[in-house]
Nanobody, 123 residues
Framework: QVQLVESGGGLVQAGASLRLSCKAS????????MGWHRQSSGKTREFIAA????????QYANSVKGRFTIDRDNAKGMVYLQMNRLEPGDTGVYYC????????????????WGQGTQVTVSS
């Protein structure tokens, strides 16, 4: 059973940076693609970024390309999301998720989710 615990959220001003962390344990998470999603108030949860099990492939939503970076450390069971130049539109609850495949693709589903961490960006 995969367990995911996010941390690192908070309240920041526009232009600031934050690094989110996700502690992953159980199952075979080190061999699974991992992703970050965001749910803003009144909106459906949206994809933000994903990384393959071996860090060789990453994917990003257009809205965060060039500002956010996803990374992982399998030895520590950690997945990270470095967020730079934050904007008020980045406000939301950020969720870590484990994928059903080794690398992200159109067909991959997310099979385990954390509880989320709140990020609020003020203007």
């Amino acid at each position: 059973q995969v367990q995911l615990v996010e941390s690192g959220g908070g309240l920041v001003q526009a232009g600031a940076s934050l690094r989110l962390s996700c502690k992953a344990s159980g199952g075979t998470v080190s061999s699974q693609a991992m992703g970050w999603h965001r749910q803003s108030s009144g909106k459906t949860r949206e994809f933000i970024a994903a990384i393959s099990w071996d860090r060789s492939r990453t994917q990003y939503a257009n809205s965060v390309k060039g500002r956010f970076t996803i990374d992982r450390d399998n030895a520590k069971g950690m997945v990270y999301l470095q967020m730079n130049r934050l904007e008020p539109g980045d406000t939301g609850v950020y969720y870590c998720a484990a994928g059903s495949a080794r690398a992200p693709s159109t067909y991959m589903q997310y099979v385990a989710w954390g509880q989320g961490t709140q990020v609020t960006v003020s203007s």
